[in-house]
């Protein structure tokens, strides 16, 4: 462990160096790589720093204890019991610290939110989750952009498509993904009765081009008039854009942007983060033969969370987590599930190691 601890704090100090090089800070893409793994390395070095001195501080005791002055043993085996607590302590930290760290994580991410069953009251919910979701990135200081749309006239959502920017998107945003069921007395109910309602989210992995090769012999590009308001360059000009992937049978449509040219942008990007997101499902499977993921965070079918308004309850089935929070959590502050998710991740991930 002392080893590896003093390999990783090398590194971490030769990162330091070539972030301080000219050469490199005048590099933007390079500089960006570099300071990426220096961020994420911080606190494993951290950690890493303090166990590094407590054992040596403990080797320091033991000489003492191997020597003749009774006085100073005693201190000395003082010591090294409460030095002993806190290496055992910094090990726990330490183990969750250095699980493999998906590179996937630090992605940009394009969530879809889709009305499931429940008809109008599920596009309601569907619109409740995309709000969910962009107070949850103002939070962080993250940016979120709509690609594609398709409102209903009562303010629900049968379908929207957006992207999320910034600091380790993916990595807290993967979670989300499956369905996200509601129990509420709908706008549109006369007799007070609980409906229960549905909305499918999937958070997909925003990818660059170098993720995922597409070819465009592989494309079958349409295009048509976008629907909907937007005036008269809209209902004049076919600027929306239908991408069908031939080899998987993917299709993608854009017709948010102003431009045919901006929606193929936004089609492709939202096309290839598919292509990235089945490719990375398809290993996951792989490897859920061999360890079953205790949170599932790619399975669409899964019925992951409840939303119960008349209890003012929210319930993530996954972990069997309730809070009475529900306002809260509809206005973004939806940090603590995902937390509580990501330890029961990393719980699951120290088990499979032990075994």
């Known amino acids: 462990m002392i080893d590896k601890l003093k390999e990783i704090t090398a590194h971490f100090e030769s990162l330091e160096t070539q972030m301080a090089d000219g050469v490199l800070i005048n590099d933007q893409a390079s500089y960006t790589v570099v300071a990426k793994e220096h961020r994420h390395l911080s606190p494993i070095v951290d950690k890493a720093r303090k166990y590094i001195l407590i054992h040596e501080q403990m080797n320091d005791d033991q000489e003492i204890l191997d020597g003749d002055d009774n006085e100073l043993k005693e201190i000395a085996k003082d010591e090294i019991e409460e030095l002993r607590l806190s290496l055992v302590t910094l090990e726990d930290e330490m183990k969750v610290l250095l699980l493999p760290h998906d590179p996937t994580d630090d992605k940009n991410t394009i969530v879809e939110v889709r009305a499931g069953t429940g008809g109008d009251e599920a596009a309601l919910f569907a619109a409740d989750l995309y709000r969910m979701y962009c107070r949850f990135s103002e939070r962080n200081g993250w940016k979120y952009e709509v690609m594609e749309s398709n409102a209903i006239g009562i303010g629900g959502l049968k379908e929207i498509i957006f992207s999320v920017s910034g600091e380790s998107v993916y990595g807290m945003m993967k979670y989300e993904s499956g369905v ?105 499977k792989e490897r859920r033969d061999a360890r079953r993921d205790m949170v599932s965070t790619g399975d669409r079918s899964a019925k992951i969370r409840t939303y119960n308004f008349p209890q003012g309850r929210i319930t993530d089935h996954r972990i069997n987590f309730t809070a009475y929070n529900l306002e809260a959590i509809m206005d973004g502050d939806i940090g603590e599930i995902i937390e509580n998710l990501k330890l029961a991740d990393q719980q699951a991930q120290l088990a499979s190691i032990g075994n």
């Open 180 to 284: 996200h069921r509601v129990q509420r007395v709908p706008k549109t109910e006369t007799s007070g009765r609980v409906h229960t309602s549905a909305a499918t989210v999937a958070v997909l992995p925003e990818a660059e081009e170098a993720d995922v090769e597409v070819v465009d012999a592989d494309l079958k590009i349409d295009t048509y008039r976008a629907s909907g308001a937007g005036g008269q360059h809209v209902n004049k000009t076919e600027s929306a854009i239908r991408i069908t992937h031939l080899p998987t049978g993917l299709v993608v449509t854009c017709q948010d942007e102003s431009s045919q040219h901006k929606n193929k942008a936004a089609a492709l990007k939202v096309l290839r983060s598919r292509l990235l997101a089945a490719e990375k499902e398809k290993l996951s």
